[in-house]
């Protein structure tokens, strides 16, 4: 967890600092610069004043460059005990997210990629711009309160397949993915239609409606696919979570929760994907990808599922236990790629630069 008081290089940041964007709830120039966010979770903000900080990322051919960030919040709602208790890392659009600060200093061309394995390690590349066999489809930016949102055109699950229309956030910063009706109807039905399983009464502990007791030998999985605008169809390894709910005895359940409002692509959606966040050229890419390998060039193919596998195989290593918070047993490694010969900019030799460590994805206005 990151603490100013605990670093030598942390400074706080004036209002006149053009890095301040609530300037006008200042009391004066050199007063301490506020920062502000609200979230779709209910009741849920960080605040608290801006801080300048050194972040340290490596790069791509194992040389160390040193970049500068800043972070300081305070958190109510949610963040306190259920989600990401330490914060976010700002990947949004805005112009002081890290990705933007990156690009716009010349470091980095205006992309980054985010890659998580099975046990919900992963890595984040600023500067990739994917490679030219991944799949793809435009984002559908709102200019005002631009975010990563993306059309959903159809769902398939299993021998199930319909048409959709619907637009989804794609959320590096939330574990799990969230549907509004009528896409959660029809997701969530279709998989349970296909379930040959015993459901598990609903629990409140649990955010999934839809939970199974384990088979010990025949449990199956169906495939999960989301066809996106273009026609490139979004394939989803890791549908489900197992959960423990009491010693020795564990259920499966559907990793998707209702949602009142908005549709969210989560993080356990992206299993085993190299997902591309192309803001250049304004689209979202895909591959299935080794997520422990750093080599652009040594993608592999995410090893499918055996229905016939044990059940703990067939749900890959992570579980979720209703007391756990959801970020537990996540950690990211970040890296920098430097840009490609043919970038038309000229780039120089990563300096100290500042990235602002913010929690820029889910704000409410």
């Known amino acids: 967890m990151y603490s100013p008081n605990m670093s030598l290089t942390s400074q706080k940041v004036p209002c006149n600092n053009n890095l301040c964007e609530l300037q006008s709830e200042c009391s004066g120039a050199t007063s301490l610069c506020p920062y502000k966010v609200a979230y779709v979770s ?35 709602g949610s963040f306190l005990d259920v989600a990401a208790p330490n914060g976010l890392f700002g990947l949004g659009m805005e112009k002081i997210s890290v990705p933007s600060i990156l690009a716009n200093s010349g470091f980095t061309s205006d992309s980054f990629s985010i890659c998580f394995g099975r046990d919900g390690i992963g890595r984040i590349s600023f500067g990739d711009r994917g490679s030219s066999d991944q799949k793809e489809t435009p984002f559908s930016v709102n200019k005002v309160h631009p975010t990563y949102n993306i059309s959903i055109v159809g769902i398939s699950v299993g021998s199930t397949a319909t048409k959709a229309d619907f637009s989804a956030l794609v959320d590096t910063g939330t574990s799990f993915t969230y549907f509004a009706d009528p896409a959660y109807t029809q997701i969530s039905g279709a998989f349970h239609a296909q379930v040959q399983d015993k459901r598990y009464v609903p629990d409140s502990r649990i955010p999934f409606e839809y939970c199974y007791y384990m088979s010990s030998n025949n449990t199956i999985i169906h495939s999960v696919n989301l066809t996106t605008s273009g026609g490139d169809q979004f394939p989803v390894s890791d549908p489900t979570i197992v959960i423990s709910i009491q010693q020795n005895e564990f259920v499966y359940c559907f990793a998707v929760v209702k949602s009142n409002k908005l549709n969210i692509i989560g993080q356990n959606f992206f299993t085993g994907l190299r997902v591309v966040f192309d803001r250049e ?14 080599e652009q060039s040594s993608s592999l193919p995410v090893t499918p599922r055996n229905s016939s596998s044990s059940p703990h195989d067939a749900f890959g290593q992570g579980s979720y236990t209703p007391e756990a918070t959801k970020e537990s047993g996540s950690s990211t490694q970040v890296t920098v790629l430097t840009p490609p010969v043919n970038c038309s900019s000229s780039f120089k030799t990563l300096t100290n630069i500042v990235v602002l460590l913010i929690l820029l994805h889910l704000p409410i206005f």
């Open 281 to 294: 050229r304004m689209v979202l890419g895909w591959k299935q990808f080794n997520c422990y390998d750093a």
């Open 42 to 76: 209910a009741d849920t903000s960080s605040s608290g004043t801006l801080v300048e900080d050194i972040l340290y990322l490596m790069t791509e051919d194992a040389r160390s460059e040193v970049v500068g960030e800043d972070c300081f919040w305070v958190q109510t």
